[in-house]
């Protein structure tokens, strides 16, 4: 079990998080995702990993949110990870899509409409060892918390 770095669970952090979203969301809009379609933070440091971007529906608000998140293709499916760092709660966007699934991806220039669904515990434990081969600090979250990190299949709508 890793040790989970201090201050992870701050307020500050969680500000600082948000912000670095922000920032990514913009850029990846503004240049079609030349910029900010790689993650480097981490594990992803020498390894970048693919983001995309979901737009979702807020379950209290009912606006549009865009999350960054890195994401697994696994053929037309898109995979993501609600882990928010191993933090003790899901992440917002999480309980947004599992109130209304139906959000849009966009990977680069291309985006798509799609259906979110969370993976049950057998797709999770085919899907969870090629996701910690993607972002190995998944491992590290999932050792971090003891909620059980949820899996998120997106699947495109016809």
Same mark, same amino acid.
């Given at each position: 079990?890793?040790?989970?770095?201090?201050?992870?669970?701050?307020?500050?952090?969680?500000?600082?998080?948000?912000?670095?979203?922000?920032?990514?969301? +913009?850029?990846?809009?503004?240049?079609?995702?030349?910029?900010?379609?790689? +993650?480097? $933070?981490?594990?992803?440091?020498?390894? =970048?990993?693919?983001?995309?971007?979901?737009?979702?529906?807020?379950?209290?608000?009912?606006? @549009?949110?865009?999350?960054? @998140?890195?994401?697994?293709?696994?053929?037309?499916?898109?995979?993501?990870?609600?882990?928010?760092?191993?933090?003790?709660?899901? =992440?917002?966007?999480?309980?947004?899509?599992?109130?209304?699934?139906?959000?849009?991806?966009? $990977?680069?220039?291309?985006?798509?409409?799609?259906?979110?669904?969370?993976?049950?515990?057998?797709?999770?434990?085919? @899907? +969870?060892?090629?996701?910690?081969? @993607?972002?190995?600090?998944?491992?590290?979250?999932?050792? +971090?918390?003891?909620?059980?990190?949820?899996?998120?299949?997106?699947? =495109?709508?016809?």
């Amino acid at each position: 079990m890793d040790k989970k770095p201090k201050g992870l669970d701050d307020p500050g952090a969680v500000k600082f998080m948000k912000a670095m979203a922000a920032a990514n969301v +913009w850029l990846y809009r503004r240049t079609g995702g030349r910029v900010g379609a790689h +993650w480097r $933070i981490g594990a992803a440091l020498r390894k =970048p990993v693919p983001i995309c971007l979901v737009e979702h529906r807020g379950r209290k608000t009912g606006l @549009l949110r865009t999350t960054p @998140l890195v994401y697994l293709r696994d053929g037309e499916r898109v995979v993501v990870v609600a882990s928010q760092a191993g933090r003790p709660e899901n =992440p917002m966007w999480f309980g947004n899509v599992v109130a209304d699934p139906d959000v849009t991806v966009q $990977i680069g220039r291309e985006r798509r409409r799609m259906r979110a669904r969370v993976a049950g515990s057998d797709e999770r434990e085919v @899907l +969870w060892p090629r996701l910690v081969a @993607l972002y190995a600090d998944y491992a590290s979250y999932q050792s +971090w918390t003891d909620r059980v990190i949820p899996v998120v299949v997106l699947e =495109p709508v016809a």
